[in-house]
């Protein structure tokens, strides 16, 4: 049985990696429900649509922009809180995987409003499967590492020379392909590892590059890829060329 959705009060939702049925049956539930959902600039028509009776405002951020200020988004949605609204946040993979989501929710319970926040797949996982690649396999990999391409603080960026992982996955990774790639040369990993580019991870616009870390920034560039992209570096990309075609095969037998 549906937990209550209240009024006045601030769901914080993970719209999922892109797929509208990858959307858990509760944030479909909220936003059934919602009177205003603010939400990211990646998240697709098709899940907006899952909010027919809501008022949409667009409070997303994409690469080169200024970031609106989390204080001041919470206090936007406090003001439909407070009039009895039931207010979603929605936000694209998981809240708490590089989305901020503890930030917003911080600052909604510094204001006093009530708050759930309600998880959501993550691109990390799902966009690499989507590909034909599992993150971890037995006897290839038993580690994974999830890390951002972009470094907000230098002084607090990843020191790829700690980084330990049987597979790295970075997400926000477009633009800065050949550097993150370098820098992982730099660290130690061979540049015959291998290494995949995902664009648009499980949606009809999904298209996907492998090589190594000598040449998938090349290769992706090539491919003219756009965001969102993700990169995943390991020998469970390897995977892919066995893996891939069943899924490709699978999904058309569906059709």
Not at 145 to 154: L, N, Q
Not at 182 to 206: D, E, F, K, L, Y
Not at 219 to 240: I, K, M
Request: net charge negative.
């Amino acid at each position: 049985m549906s937990r209550p959705i209240s009024a006045g009060s601030v769901y914080i939702l993970g719209a999922g990696p892109g797929d509208p049925e990858l959307v858990t049956l509760r944030a479909a539930n909220v936003l059934a429900k919602a009177d205003v959902v603010f939400h990211d600039q990646l998240v697709s028509q098709e899940i907006l649509a899952m909010a027919p009776r809501a008022k949409l405002v667009d409070v997303g951020h994409r690469a080169g922009e200024p970031r609106r200020e989390i204080e001041s988004v919470a206090a936007r949605m406090t003001e439909y809180a407070r009039q009895g609204a039931v207010v979603a946040r929605l936000k694209g993979g998981d809240p708490y995987v590089f989305g901020r989501g503890a930030e917003e929710l911080r600052a909604l319970l510094d204001l006093g409003l009530p708050c759930e926040v309600v998880p959501g797949v993550s691109s990390a996982i799902a966009g690499p499967a989507a590909a034909g690649i599992p993150v971890t396999h037995r006897g290839i990999a038993a580690s994974v590492v999830i890390v951002t391409g972009h470094e907000r603080d230098p002084e607090r960026g990843m020191t790829w020379e700690r980084l330990r992982g049987d597979t790295v996955v970075v997400l926000m990774a477009t633009g800065r392909l050949s550097d993150l790639t370098a820098r992982m040369v730099a660290a130690g990993w061979p540049v015959t590892t291998p290494a995949a580019v995902i664009m648009a991870a499980t949606t009809s616009r999904q298209r996907q590059v492998t090589g190594s870390l000598a040449d998938i920034a090349d290769l992706a560039a090539v491919a003219s890829f756009a965001p969102p992209t993700l990169l995943v570096v390991g020998e469970v990309v390897s995977l892919a060329r066995e893996l891939a075609p069943a899924l490709l095969e699978a999904t058309e037998a569906a059709l």
